[in-house]
C-alpha cells in the first residue's frame, strides 16, 4: 500500500470515533465522521477515568478541558452489602497521583463527549456528518469506500470501524456472529446530591458488593448530582439498552442485602435498563484497510470501567502508528499487535472481577473479603500498574 491524500473514514461518533478523529489530525491526518444517528451525543450519565485515560487526553489535545469538567475523587471504595462494612479501599490521593503521574476522576458522559466533540468541530481536519449509518464498505489496493444506509457512499484511504457494541464493520471484518449476553442487567438513575442519603456523600467510586448483584454510586458534574448504576445477575436472556423502568423492578434483585444498602437504590428515579454484553478477544480487527476500534473491537463488561478509556488509548495508538509507517497496513498491522493483548487481558479480567469480586456468595464472598482486606495501598498500586500505568503505546 501506498500513503494516499484520501481522507481515512470514520464509522460511529462516540467516544472511540471522536478520539480517532481528533488523534488522527494531531498528526496532520483528514478524517471523515459518519454517524449513524441524526444527532452527535451520549446517553447515559457517569463514567469513570483511570490515569491511563488522562495520558490519551493530553496526547489528543484535550488535557485542559477534560481535567475542568472531572470530579477529582479520593477513594476506589468497596463495601460488603450485605453487612454495609467497608472491605478494604483503593487511595486515590497524592501518592497514587505521583504512581501514575495522573489522577483518577469521575465525568459525565455528556460532558466528555462534549469536549471532544467540540475539539473535532475545532479542527479544519475533521468533517463530522450525522444520519450516516454505514452498512458495508468495499475496498481495492488503495482505497475502502464505506456505503451507508441511504445509498449513498463514501471513499476514504481507510476505514475505521468505531460503530460500537453492534458494529457493522466488525460483521464484515471478523464474521462472528452477535456479542454474548452476559445475563447481567444495569440499571442506572441520577438523582441531585442532596437526594443522596447524607452519611453516603463520600468523595468516593464506592461498590456496595453482594450475592449475584451490586451497586455503585459517586459524585458527578461538579457534586451537583450523584450517579447510581445497580446490577444484578437474573440471567437477562435477550440485549436491552435503555428501556425504562420501575422502582420495583430494580429492586427485585436487592431483597437480600443490608438495609442500608437498599436505601441507596430507594432514592433512585426515572432508572432506565441495559442488558449487559460483551464478547471473547478476538485478533480479527483488520481486513487489508479496515480496522476495528473501541467496543466494535473489544466490548467488555463495565466492571473495570475501561471500556471508553480503552478506546481512547486505541485512538492514540491508531494515530501514533499511522504517522511512524509509510505504509499504511504496516501501520494497522502495528496498531493490532501493540493494542490486542491488552484490550483482550482488560476484556478478561472484567469478567473475572464480575465473578470474584462483585458477585460471589458465600464462602466465595468470605474469601474475597480476606484476601481483599490484607491488601494495602502500595499492594493495590502495585496490581494495578499494568492498567494505569500504560498509555495505549506500551507500558
Ligand atoms: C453501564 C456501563 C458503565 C460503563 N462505565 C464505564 C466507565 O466507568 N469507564 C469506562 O471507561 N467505560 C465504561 N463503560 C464502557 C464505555 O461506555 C464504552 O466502552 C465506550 O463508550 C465505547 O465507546 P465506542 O465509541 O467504542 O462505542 P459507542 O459509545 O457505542 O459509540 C458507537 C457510535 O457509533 C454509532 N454507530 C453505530 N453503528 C453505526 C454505523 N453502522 N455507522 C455509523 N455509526 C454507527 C453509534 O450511534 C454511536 O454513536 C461503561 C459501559 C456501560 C454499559
Redo the contacts with the bound molecule.
Keep these: 500500500m501506498t500513503v494516499t491524500r484520501q481522507p481515512v473514514l470514520i ?7 471522536l478520539a480517532a478523529a481528533l488523534g488522527l489530525a494531531q498528526k496532520g491526518f483528514r478524517s471523515i465522521l ?4 441524526s444527532a ?1 451525543g ?1 446517553i ?1 450519565a ?4 483511570g490515569p491511563n ?1 488522562f495520558h490519551a487526553f493530553d496526547y489528543l489535545g484535550v488535557g485542559a478541558a477534560a481535567r475542568g469538567m472531572a470530579v477529582y475523587i479520593d477513594q476506589l471504595r468497596l463495601m460488603d452489602a450485605l453487612t454495609a462494612e467497608e472491605i478494604t479501599h483503593v487511595d486515590l490521593g497524592e501518592p497514587f497521583r505521583v504512581r501514575f503521574g495522573n489522577p483518577y476522576a469521575v465525568v459525565h ?1 455528556g460532558d466528555l463527549h462534549g469536549v471532544l466533540l467540540k475539539a473535532c468541530r475545532d479542527s479544519d481536519l475533521i468533517e463530522l456528518r450525522v444520519s ?4 458495508r464498505y468495499d475496498q481495492d489496493g488503495s482505497t475502502v469506500t464505506a456505503h451507508l444506509a441511504d445509498g449513498a457512499w463514501v471513499t476514504g484511504s481507510l476505514l475505521i470501524g ?8 466488525r460483521k464484515q471484518v471478523a464474521s462472528d456472529g452477535p456479542p454474548r449476553v452476559s445475563g447481567h442487567t ?1 440499571y ?1 438513575s441520577v438523582i441531585p446530591t442532596d437526594e443522596m442519603p447524607e452519611d453516603l456523600r463520600w468523595n468516593a467510586a464506592t461498590l456496595w458488593a453482594g450475592p449475584k448483584c451490586h451497586i455503585v454510586h459517586y459524585p458527578l458534574s461538579g457534586w451537583k448530582v450523584f450517579n447510581l ?1 445497580v446490577t444484578y445477575h437474573n440471567d437477562a436472556p435477550e440485549p436491552v439498552a435503555g428501556m425504562p423502568v420501575s422502582e420495583e423492578e430494580v429492586m427485585r434483585g436487592f431483597g437480600h442485602v443490608h438495609e442500608r444498602a437498599k436505601a441507596i437504590i430507594r432514592h433512585g428515579k426515572n432508572w432506565k435498563l ?1 442488558v ?1 454484553c460483551d464478547r471473547d478477544p478476538t485478533e480479527r480487527w483488520l481486513d487489508g484497510r479496515v480496522a476495528l ?4 473491537a473489544h ?2 463488561l ?1 466492571y473495570f ?7 481512547m488509548e486505541d485512538a492514540v495508538c491508531l494515530s501514533h502508528m499511522l504517522s511512524h509507517h509509510d505504509d499504511q497496513a504496516t501501520a494497522l498491522e502495528h496498531y493490532r499487535v501493540q493494542r490486542f493483548p491488552r484490550t483482550a487481558r482488560v476484556q478478561l479480567t472484567s469478567r473475572a472481577i464480575g465473578e470474584h469480586i462483585y458477585h460471589p456468595a458465600g464462602e466465595h464472598a468470605r474469601l474475597r473479603n480476606a484476601i481483599m482486606s490484607a491488601k494495602t495501598s502500595e499492594d493495590w498500586y502495585r496490581d494495578l500498574a499494568w492498567l494505569y500505568g500504560g498509555t495505549g503505546l506500551g507500558s
Design positions: 464509522a460511529g461518533g462516540g467516544i472511540g470515533g459518519l454517524e449513524k444517528a452527535l451520549e447515559g457517569g463514567i469513570q477515568l485515560a458522559r450516516s449509518e454505514v452498512v468505531a460503530d460500537g457494541l453492534w458494529s457493522n464493520v444495569t442506572r448504576v441495559w449487559l476500534l473501541g467496543d466494535a466490548p467488555m463495565q470501567a475501561q471500556g471508553a478509556c480503552q478506546a
